[in-house]
């Protein structure tokens, strides 16, 4: 291979981007999770990409909006695989008593999350999981128990206070605007006084309450570390995304509200850390840094410009330089500040130009933001300029959405000057989705239902000869490597 030819396979890359919510897979219990994670990493592996860009997967407020969490260290247990296989605690005759009591949380055809309804379905499930590692583990001290104990030391910094947050949130019957909530616990240090007061009265139900919270969050630690592990075999760099403003009702917010500024952030009042924003991002980056390998903070300048009076922020980022896809040696963590080097591609920014080139995407645009209603699918659909311009300047026959025309539009996609471009899942798989409430989509088809296509074969191929073409896929080790894991 030329020295050309090898600098133009380190410098274009492609990748995958799908808010994992929205994936389904057979049995799933309504909600994507860290299974389909790992399917979506095996199809990513199988057609040549390098990377997967997931949106963030902290546990979130009321609205779901993943931009507004709950905490800003915590997963969300809506992502845990709560079935017996992959949660040793959860007997199958706790698995099926539990489902049996949620009748419509498996109905394969629904096209919305039913994001409340699949969330308490999860935490029922592993509170089953914990009363029997309770009574097998915790009070005979095991060496499971002893994994436990390791993780909630690790992550003490943070893990008691979310604890407190969410059992107080049971108070109130699953309310999280604190500000709303008794005088009794309204405030943090109330808050500390009231648990502790009654926890010297029925000290075991306080540390079971707890240790519940602790051990959910330890679960799906460990499923995401599993996920990252499986990214490593194939070689695939995940990749996610952060925000400096966050939800008013996060936990970090409760604790120390003095600390933060409020504003109106998209029409949603959000908070931004005044303190030490820096310190909290760094500790926010350094949590998540064993489950992914790159983040991208989408507000950082906006967020920064009012804080750097001192030049903090310039030295904060000589410790975590711009990633630019090349290994750094400064710092482990790689971040790229408000983007990626070449951004995502956004389908309404893909209209081919009068000169029949594609239009570069805008310095900010963010291809998530409206996926739930302007797939390349739903464009061609309903867009009867955008089908006339795709015959006359593209040369894609839109008789019909098939491979054929989907494999046209995304060596179109490929075809961009920008040295990382990357696809939703939505257009790889050639699907139109619903318009509807951003947050609660699902996707009608998944990673394994493609890959089983009878089609697939060739779909695969030609995709990857079109990455081949544009000098973005990269090269493996063994014909059979792409496949090992389909």
């Not at 030049?311 to 711009?322: M, N």
Request: hydrophobic share 35%; net charge negative.
């Amino acid at each position: 291979m030329s020295e050309v030819s090898t600098r133009l396979l380190s410098e274009r890359s492609a990748g995958l981007e799908v808010p994992v919510f929205a994936i389904p897979r057979e049995g799933d219990l309504g909600c994507g999770d860290t299974q389909v994670v790992h399917e979506l990493i095996d199809l990513a592996h199988a057609l040549g990409l390098q990377s997967l860009t997931i949106l963030p997967i902290q546990e979130t407020v009321k609205g779901n909006d993943p931009f507004s969490p709950l905490s800003l260290f915590a997963l969300d247990p809506i992502h845990i695989d709560a079935s017996p296989e992959k949660v040793a605690d959860i007997s199958k005759e706790s698995y099926e008593a539990v489902l049996a009591s949620f009748p419509m949380a498996q109905e394969s055809s629904q096209r919305s999350l039913r994001y409340n309804r699949v969330k308490k379905l999860k935490l029922d499930l592993l509170w089953r999981g914990f009363e029997a590692f309770w009574e097998t583990h915790y009070l005979k001290g095991t060496e499971r128990a002893r994994d436990y104990h390791r993780f909630c030391t690790r992550e003490g910094a943070w893990l008691p206070d979310y604890s407190l947050y969410r059992m107080l949130m049971d108070f109130e019957q699953g309310r999280e605007s604190w500000e709303d909530w008794s005088e009794d616990y309204g405030r943090y240090a109330d808050a500390k006084q009231f648990v502790a007061t009654i926890a010297a009265k029925k000290p075991e139900a306080v540390e079971r309450q707890l240790a519940f919270y602790a051990y959910v969050q330890w679960i799906a630690d460990t499923q995401w570390q599993a996920v990252k592990a499986h990214a490593e075999r194939c070689e695939i760099t995940l990749i996610t995304d952060l925000r400096c403003a966050i939800s008013p009702h996060c936990v970090e917010f409760f604790r120390a509200p003095d600390s933060y500024r409020t504003e109106q952030v998209e029409g949603q009042r959000k908070a931004v850390c005044e303190e030490n924003l820096l310190g909290q991002l760094e500790a926010r980056l350094r949590r998540l840094a064993p489950l992914f390998d790159q983040f991208r903070v989408l507000d950082f300048q906006d967020t920064t410009t009012k804080l750097d009076g001192d030049g903090a922020v310039q030295a904060f980022l000589k410790r975590f330089p711009q990633s630019t896809g090349e290994e750094l040696t400064e710092n482990p963590i790689k971040v790229a500040w408000e983007s990626l080097p070449s951004l995502s591609m956004q389908t309404t920014e893909l209209w081919p130009a009068p000169n029949g080139k594609l239009i570069p995407p805008m310095a900010t645009g963010q291809s998530f933001t409206q996926f739930g209603s302007e797939s390349l699918k739903r464009l061609w659909t309903h867009d009867k300029v955008f089908r006339r311009r795709l015959v006359n300047q593209w040369s894609v026959d839109p008789k019909e959405f098939g491979q054929e025309t989907s494999l046209s539009l995304l060596r179109k996609l490929f075809q961009h000057p920008g040295r990382h471009v990357q696809i939703s899942f939505l257009d790889l798989a050639g699907l139109e989705n619903d318009p509807g409430t951003l947050w609660l989509a699902r996707f009608e088809k998944g990673p394994r239902e493609l890959m089983e296509d009878p089609h697939w074969d060739r779909f695969r191929t030609s995709f990857r000869k079109i990455l081949e073409q544009t000098s973005r896929i990269r090269p493996v080790s063994s014909p059979e490597k792409a496949l090992e894991s389909v």
